[in-house]
């Protein structure tokens, strides 16, 4: 079993400011992926990583950056918040690309 | 239009019912992940799928990809079944594609 942590659980900023969201695993799994959901709706893929050093854009990298240092831990930063954004932002990791994907408990974010 | 389509959208079931949520392709998956994510939003994987069966206690999952859908069927609701049911396919590489979801509610 393994576990994923994201921090911080909360997340409000200004508009323009760059923040930026982590997210570790203990499973040793080499894939990592960061989502975005908004209210109501399904999850978009904005960045994932097959192993460390790799970054890969999903459908939705635009505004965003991403970093994978260390096999265990994906950061994501968002470039310029948007006013009144409001959005959960989900990680998970898989063994390999394809496989079973596993959640963090998300960060949930508030642009002022 | 969607990749992967959910219906129903929404859901209300007594306590105790049966019921089948579903998912239709419009891509070639070759895989499927069936996810609960629960009131908290927590995202708990359900299933994963290549093309057949699978059960685990009142939940049993299909995926046939010669017609492209895949189900999940719920036997005897209970309370805590509550929450969003989401499919995710695969189609060989490193990404999937999530649909929008079904909410199911399912009351006393």
């Known amino acids: 079993g393994g576990i994923i942590t994201q921090t911080p659980k909360f997340l409000i900023g200004q508009e323009g400011q760059k923040l930026t969201l982590k997210c570790q695993q203990n499973?040793?799994?080499?894939?990592m992926y960061w989502y975005r959901q908004d209210s109501g709706k399904g999850l978009r893929l904005i960045y994932y990583s097959i192993t460390e050093n790799d970054l890969q854009k999903g459908d939705l990298s635009e505004g965003y950056d991403a970093s994978r240092e260390k096999k265990s831990s994906f950061s994501l930063t968002v470039t310029s918040a948007q006013k009144n954004e409001m959005a959960v932002f989900l990680c998970?990791?898989?063994?390999?690309?394809?496989?079973?994907?596993?959640f963090g408990p998300g960060t949930r974010l508030l642009v002022l | 239009g969607d990749k992967v389509k959910q219906s129903p959208s929404a859901l209300s079931l007594q306590e105790g019912t049966n019921s089948a949520l579903r998912c239709n392709f419009s891509i070639a998956a070759t895989t499927v992940q069936w996810f609960l994510q629960n009131p908290r939003g927590s995202l708990i994987n359900l299933f994963y799928?290549?093309?057949g069966t699978k059960e685990n206690g009142r939940l049993k999952s299909t995926f046939n990809s010669k017609e492209s859908y895949s189900t999940l069927h719920i036997r005897d609701a209970q309370l805590e079944d509550s929450g969003t049911y989401f499919c995710?396919?695969?189609?060989?590489?490193?990404?999937?594609?999530f649909g929008s979801g079904t909410r199911l509610l399912v009351s006393p």
């Open positions: 499973f040793n799994h080499d894939t």
């Open positions: 998970a990791s898989s063994r390999q690309g394809g496989d079973t994907q596993y």
């Open positions: 995710a396919a695969g189609t060989g590489g490193y990404k999937v594609v």
């Open positions: 799928l290549v093309p």
